[in-house]
């Protein structure tokens, strides 16, 4: 009876533990009974990466009445405080790398109920030290095809962003390189041409706006003028020495000769005033100039010219009276015969300081000229000639006797 008893038991306990498992199953099956969730924590909506040294914080557990934040799993200065779904902007400490964030729960009457933790990489600092530099030396350029390379430099930069336009306009994040072969620079007229860059790392962190310019220039050096000596027409100096006076707007070099093609003449830096020595012979020197600027733009070439005239006139000299030895005319009225190769004017006068006498054109004969003095005796008759350039000979002198009977 007992044995009877005691197996009718076992099988009522066997049945009904089969029906809870069936029942179980067939409920978690059908979506009917789910296990009871476990505290949740997400950071930042799951993002990997944190730009800021705040964090959104959402979490996750039933009957929690309290929740303690911390950053370490040792709770180090931690507080609890009213349980929340969602909490903004909480604090972390500035430092990038990677960062865990734990909470621990507990219901009203201060039993721990669950703990829950997630780990982000926080990177707020964006990269550092970002440069662009426009290969062209000078900064300038006179090359229609406005092709340049570019150097660029950011410390851990992921990509960047290439434009020739600070609004970035139809750019896109590229890979980050050292260099970029044949940029394209804005094409048009003469002016400055900028290239934009920014960086960002892997976390999204974006650098400002960096910058490099240079200066596109095809105008050469114009309004250009050369004068020797102040423009004169004739130089004199016998040293050959002269002064070059030279203008050029927007000229950084410039190139002076005698010759036209400038054989073995090296550009020097532009000056206004040059020191020149005219070379060769007396004769009509030309001297030649171009200009260019520090973007390799050249001017026209221009010139001035002058005549080198060191020799005064040539085969000169006076006689009285055709060289008579003397005259016994009552007035002292006697002809003067002169010569002068190249004489453009005369300078005549009875004493050797020339007092009150001036320049007068040139003349073979002066057929009246007054000898000076009272009495009888020798007189004499000085002359000296100047040619257009302005050279002057030594005096010449003629001598004749003068008898009248007058002591």
Known sequence: ??????????????????????????????????????????????????????????????????????????????????FEEKVENWPIPHIDGELTVYVQFRDKDANLIGAAKDVIIVDATPPENPVVTIEIPGKLTNDPSLLCDLTLEAK?????MVSNHNTF???????YKEEVLDWQLEKGTDGPRTVYVKFRDIAGNPTEVVSDEIQFDTQPPFSCKMVIDDDKRYSLMQNHKGKLSIFAKEADFMKVSHSKDFAGVEWTPFTEELD?????????????????????????TISDEIFLDTQPPQDCGILIDGGAGLTTEINKIVKLSLKATDAELMMISNHASFQKARWQNFQTTIDAWKLDGEKDGIRRVFVKYKD????ITSPFIATIQLIRGIK
């Not at 306009?169 to 890979?175: A, E, G, R």
């Not at 020149?276 to 733009?297: C, H, R």
């Not at 257009?388 to 050279?391: H, M």
């Open 1 to 82: 009876m007992s044995t009877r008893l005691h197996t009718t038991k076992v099988n009522n306990q066997t049945v009904m533990k089969n029906s809870i498992t069936f029942l179980l199953t067939f409920l978690a099956i059908n979506g009917l009974w789910a296990q009871e969730a476990k505290p949740t924590l997400l950071v930042d909506g799951g993002n990997k990466f944190a730009r800021k040294y705040s964090l959104l914080l959402e979490m996750e557990c039933k009957g929690a009445h309290q929740m303690m934040l911390s950053t370490s799993d040792k709770k180090y200065g931690a507080n609890w405080e009213p």
């Open 156 to 160: 851990d930069a992921k990509y960047m």
């Open 169 to 175: 306009y139809d750019q896109k994040w590229m890979m």
């Open 276 to 300: 020149w020595t005219l070379e060769g012979d007396d004769g009509q020197k030309i001297v030649y100039a171009k200009f260019k600027d520090k973007a390799g733009n050249e001017s026209e």
């Open 388 to 391: 257009k350039a302005g050279n």
